[in-house]
């Protein structure tokens, strides 16, 4: 059982310092693709011999569980965030895939499973497309199980180029179904004009249009509603957070790589603003292992006071890093000054792009269901976040 999991952990270990050496690689394709009509081909390639398109997939159809089984998860988020520290279009786009497969191996019949690894496999790229304006997606019924696919979806990553996507489209009765959606074998507008962003241009997050697509019941993913279940909608937060984390830790890197190469290393006030850059930093790395910790211990013994405590805890790591990046931003222009924010260098484009993707949807909420989560609590601050705490507890003496 011992080597089980050694081999296990080596195999997870493989995964991230492949992560990381693609993430460093990219920075260079990140900055030549910088643009709505370009796509970082190069570093997709190597995110496909490394395997790491097919991790997130059950060992039983060739993958290695990443982000699937307790024990993986801290591996997982540091895999998305190194390969955000080289290119955060890229690890917007993984981030993406490797939801879809999650959804897949909770949400699929074992047919399902089966055939969507294949595709995987084979190289196509995954994604979950679910925002939508007023022409939002809806499905009418064909005949005997099979569907028509109409309407629209806005902020669809990778148009062009994923091929898989979990589509959300309202049935009749209003309920949501998700569709694993074939669109090399389907006809699909695909509007660019919708996409002129300050930031991620390379994410071609067009807007897509279907018309008459036949959605076949093999390509219907899960029952009615359950995208939104809980824990795993809102807790997908960690995920994102992760890739944004990334580009936090390269403006540092990159910061103290522009004051050593013009000798600015002694001036005090630098110092004092690459320290709170680094304390930033590293708070939200905690931040980072303390998600993946809870989400084993719910992933172990999975119940809803422990899946309630994980969305919470993903909203405040969400909200943690949104504002950890943009002290790091800050402190990052101030450090560099104009100078530092013209090519060749990569401050502004890192900085549009890390602003861009920091608009995540309704963050006030967030921190209000936080806020309200602790008023309601008749726990103390020193207990309510221990997932390992028993409100049983009532006479132990202490353990310390």
């Not at 055939?115 to 022409?135: C, P, Y």
């Not at 979990?166 to 006809?187: E, F, H, N, R, Y």
């Not at 004009?193 to 076949?216: D, E, L, Q, V």
Request: glycine fraction near 8%; charge should be positive; aromatic fraction near 8%.
């Amino acid at each position: 059982m011992k080597n089980n999991t050694k081999s296990n952990k080596s195999k997870l270990s493989d995964l991230v310092n492949s992560a990381q050496i693609i993430g460093e690689e990219s920075l260079t394709e990140a900055a030549e693709t910088d643009s709505v009509n370009s796509f970082p081909e190069i570093t997709l390639a190597k995110l496909k011999s490394a395997k790491l398109l097919t991790a997130s997939i059950d060992e039983e159809y060739g993958g290695r569980n990443l982000g699937l089984k307790a024990g993986t998860n801290l591996a997982l988020l540091t895999v998305l965030k190194n390969i955000g520290k080289g290119n955060l279009v890229m690890g917007r786009v993984l981030e993406g895939h490797i939801n879809a497969q999650i959804l897949i191996n909770q949400f699929g019949s074992e047919k399902q499973k089966k055939l969507f690894a294949e595709d995987a496999f084979e190289g196509r790229l995954f994604g979950v497309w679910n925002t939508q304006a007023e022409d939002g997606t809806f499905l009418s019924k064909k005949e005997k199980g099979n569907f028509y696919l109409n309407g629209s979806k806005t902020f669809a990553t990778g148009s062009e180029y994923v091929t898989r996507p979990i589509v959300t489209a309202a049935k009749k009765d209003g309920s949501w179904q998700m569709c694993v959606v074939p669109l090399d074998k389907l006809t699909v507008k695909s509007d660019s004009s919708w996409w002129n962003p300050m930031g991620m241009k390379a994410s071609r997050s067009f807007k897509m249009t279907f018309t008459k697509a036949h959605i076949t019941k093999i390509n219907l993913l899960g029952s009615a509603g359950e995208y939104y279940l809980q824990p795993g909608f809102s807790g997908g937060a960690v995920r994102f957070a992760a890739v944004q984390l990334g580009a936090a830790e390269r403006l540092l890197d990159e910061t103290k790589k522009y004051l050593v190469s013009l000798n600015r290393t002694q001036d005090p006030f630098q110092k004092m603003r690459l320290g709170q850059m680094a304390i930033a930093v590293e708070s939200g790395n905690h931040w980072l292992n303390n998600s993946a910790m809870r989400l084993d211990q719910y992933m172990k013994k999975p119940t809803k006071r422990k899946g309630d405590g994980f969305i919470i805890y993903a909203n405040m790591m969400r909200t943690a890093i949104e504002q950890i990046c943009i002290e790091v931003m800050n402190l990052c222009q101030k450090c560099v000054g104009a100078r530092g924010l013209n090519k060749p260098y990569h401050f502004e484009r890192i900085i549009r792009d890390l602003s861009t993707y920091l608009r995540q949807p309704a963050p006030d909420a967030v921190l209000g269901d936080i806020g309200g989560h602790l008023l309601q609590s008749s726990f103390p601050a020193s207990e309510i976040w221990n997932v390992n705490f028993n409100k049983k507890k009532k006479n132990e003496s202490n353990k310390f």
